[in-house]
């Protein structure tokens, strides 16, 4: 069976809509079931959008960080992106970057953030119970993006700080909107700026 990379950017690109989108059809399923449906606490407001416009840019200086000094474990970082990710996501096209990037910050925060985190809180009570939900999912949420530990753990501070914009605001629209667009611009800059500037300084 051929590598994910090996597809068709076509069938690459349906397939990343099929599982990001299904996420969100989870969520609103296992929302309804546990009496906390997701898309009941997305506020879609111009100051949520804005909020999480503002919310994308440290985790994208983050990952600028990591480019600019990869030692350690952001070395590492970058090897798994430069690995896997970038050769997957090159051969599709801008607009179907952006409609996957999309798709996994509505489904992945509905489901972590809007679901999980909030039924693991329900069950431990008190001020720790939201301790003990944010950890909870954003745990499950570094674990689901294993691919290495440093990898895994940067997936885990990230749904820490996601989590962490959901509690501030208590409108899922913020993390969406913050998942969504860090994916997509370092989607974008990977495989298509870095590449051209690689390329210019090898000439």
């Given at each position: ?25 989870l ?43 990869p030692?350690?474990?952001l ?11 970038v ?10 970057m952006?409609?996957?990037?999309a ?44 691919i ?21 605001t ?34």
């Amino acid at each position: 069976m051929p590598a994910d990379r090996d597809l068709p950017p076509q069938q690459l690109a349906l397939m990343g809509v099929l599982c990001e989108g299904g996420l969100a059809l989870l969520a609103m399923g296992l929302g309804w079931w546990l009496g906390r449906p997701p898309q009941r606490t997305i506020g879609w407001t111009v100051a949520g959008a804005g909020y999480g416009l503002l919310a994308s840019l440290p985790l994208l200086g983050f990952l600028g960080l990591c480019l600019r000094f990869p030692r350690g474990p952001l070395a590492d970082l970058v090897e798994v992106v430069d690995r896997y990710l970038v050769p997957m996501f090159r051969p599709l096209m801008v607009w179907e970057m952006g409609l996957i990037a999309a798709l996994a910050g509505l489904g992945e925060e509905m489901l972590f953030r809007g679901v999980l985190q909030e039924q693991f809180a329900g069950w431990v009570r008190g001020p720790q119970g939201v301790v003990f939900g944010l950890l909870a999912a954003s745990l499950l949420f570094g674990l689901l993006h294993f691919i290495t530990p440093s990898y895994a753990l940067f997936a885990g501070l990230t749904g820490i700080y996601l989590g962490g914009l959901w509690l501030l605001t208590r409108n899922l629209l913020v993390p969406i909107t913050a998942h969504g667009v860090y994916d997509f611009l370092a989607l974008v800059y990977l495989t298509r700026v870095r590449r051209s500037a690689a390329a210019d300084k090898s000439k």
